[in-house]
C-alpha cells in the first residue's frame, strides 16, 4: 500500500509559479513511475506530467515548456514546478503512482486545489 499526500497548491495571478509536493510513503519509491493529473470543473481528468522510475519526464502539450516534474528519491517526494500559469491551469492536481511490475496496482493522492486568477 502507498500513501501519497499532496502540498503547495494555493491562489496565484496569471503568470506567476507554484510547485507542488507529491511526500509517497509506504512502499519502495523506486518501484512505481510517477505522474501528475488535474481535473477542472465539468472536465475529466486529464495528464499533466509524468517521470518514470529512471527519471524519463512527458508532459502534455498545454503545459511543455512551462511545467517541469522531477523526483527526491531520498525524500521519497515527487515534484511539480508550475511557471507562467494561466488560468486554463487552474484545476484540482493529484499525484499519481503506478507501481512498474503490476500497472494495476495504482495510487492517487487527495488532490490539492490551484486557482490561477486573472
Known amino acids: 500500500q502507498v500513501q501519497l499526500v499532496e502540498s503547495g497548491g494555493g491562489l496565484v495571478q496569471v503568470g506567476g509559479s507554484l510547485t507542488l509536493s507529491c511526500a509517497a510513503s509506504g512502499s519502495t519509491f523506486n518501484i512505481f513511475n510517477w505522474g501528475w493529473y488535474r481535473q477542472a470543473p465539468g472536465k475529466q481528468r486529464e495528464l499533466v506530467a509524468t517521470i518514470t522510475s529512471d527519471g524519463k519526464t512527458n508532459y502534455a502539450d498545454s503545459v511543455n515548456g512551462r511545467f517541469a516534474i522531477s523526483r527526491a528519491i531520498a525524500r521519497n517526494t515527487v515534484y511539480l514546478q508550475m511557471n507562467t500559469l494561466k488560468p486554463d491551469d487552474t484545476a484540482v492536481y493529484y499525484c499519481?503512482?503506478?507501481?512498474?511490475?503490476?500497472?494495476?496496482?495504482?495510487?492517487w493522492g487527495q488532490g490539492t486545489q490551484v486557482t490561477v486568477s486573472s
Open positions: 499519481n503512482a503506478r507501481n512498474i511490475v503490476q500497472p494495476s496496482h495504482e495510487y
